[in-house]
Every structure is written in C-alpha cells, then in structure tokens.
C-alpha cells in the first residue's frame, strides 16, 4: 500500500519518514516533491566497465543550470535528505519533465529500508534540456513493507550529491 499525502506528514512528524528539509507545500496526493541539486556527475571513460572504478567529471552549476543534449547521460541528486526505517521509499519523475522527454530515476527507483541520503536521479535526455538547481523534478512514494525488515547498511549509505557507480565493489566480493 502507497502512503497518502496526509499520512506522509504524520509520519514525518512522528520520525518514521525522513525528509530534511521538509517542507508541507511539498506534498502531493501521495508523494513528496523533491528538488534537483546543483551538483551533477558526467561519466567521462569511452566505454563504461562495470567491473572497474569509472572516469567521471563532477561539476556544480548555478542558477543558469545545466544543458544536456538529447542522448546525454547525468547523474544529479536531491538537495533533500530521505528515508525510512519503516518504509520503502520509490523516486519517480515528475510528470511534467517525462513529458520533456526526460527520464528521471527510471531504472534504480526503489531506495531500501534503513537508507538515508539524498538521492542520485539518473537523468537521460532524449530531447535537449535545460535543468536548473532548485526544480522540483522528481517525487518520493512511500509504500509498507510485508515482512521482516533488515536496515539497509549498503555502500551508499550516507550519500551527500550524487554517487557514481560502485558496482565494481561487488565483483571483488
């Protein structure tokens, strides 16, 4: 089951969700809206390898944004701090950018149990876009879980920007 929008604030006054900062205008039906940092990461390697640290260039913009050209690849990150401990939060573009011909999150939505950071968007462009810091691009949705629950204690935890790939953290285990 989804979360609503009123039990999203109670359960952020109750601590069992965090959003910081938090702000109630930012609540939807069922969501919350997330806003696009300025910092972004740009993979710079001619073939990614996953088995392998990848060459990347991190960037930060101001208020004139960032150009991305039909076919571009970012990552960007939420200036908001989520999780939950009792919830498992989902990221989902914002209608409004899907509609700009821009993926948002579409591959890797479903943050775990026990995480807390801001969120890396994965953003790919099929048209040219301008994304300015600050938009509210992204929403959160918060769904309860059947089960015992086991905490995430994964290598993202703690994300502060956007976090390249440490997939390759994987094949030495």
Do not use: C
Not at 18 to 25: E, M, Q, W
């Amino acid at each position: 089951m989804i979360l609503t929008g009123n039990t999203i604030i109670q359960e952020v006054s109750r601590k069992k969700i965090n959003i910081d900062p938090f702000d109630s205008a930012k609540v939807t039906t069922n969501s919350y809206d997330l806003t696009l940092g300025s910092t972004f990461i740009r993979y710079t390697e001619p073939i990614i390898d996953p088995q392998k640290p990848n060459a990347h260039q991190r960037f930060t913009v101001g208020p004139e944004g960032v150009l991305m050209k039909a076919g571009d690849f970012l990552l960007g990150h939420s200036t908001e701090i989520i999780g939950s401990d009792h919830y498992v939060p989902l990221i989902h573009a914002k209608s409004g950018f899907a509609r700009l011909g821009l993926f948002v999150h579409v591959t890797a939505d479903i943050i775990d149990i026990g995480s807390h950071g801001q969120a890396t968007f994965q953003l790919h462009s099929t048209l040219p876009i301008r994304l300015y810091p600050g938009v509210a691009i992204a929403q959160v949705t918060f769904w309860i879980p059947k089960g015992d629950i086991q905490l995430y204690e994964g290598k993202y935890q703690g994300s502060r920007g956007p976090r390249a790939s440490e997939v390759y953290r994987d094949f030495a285990a």
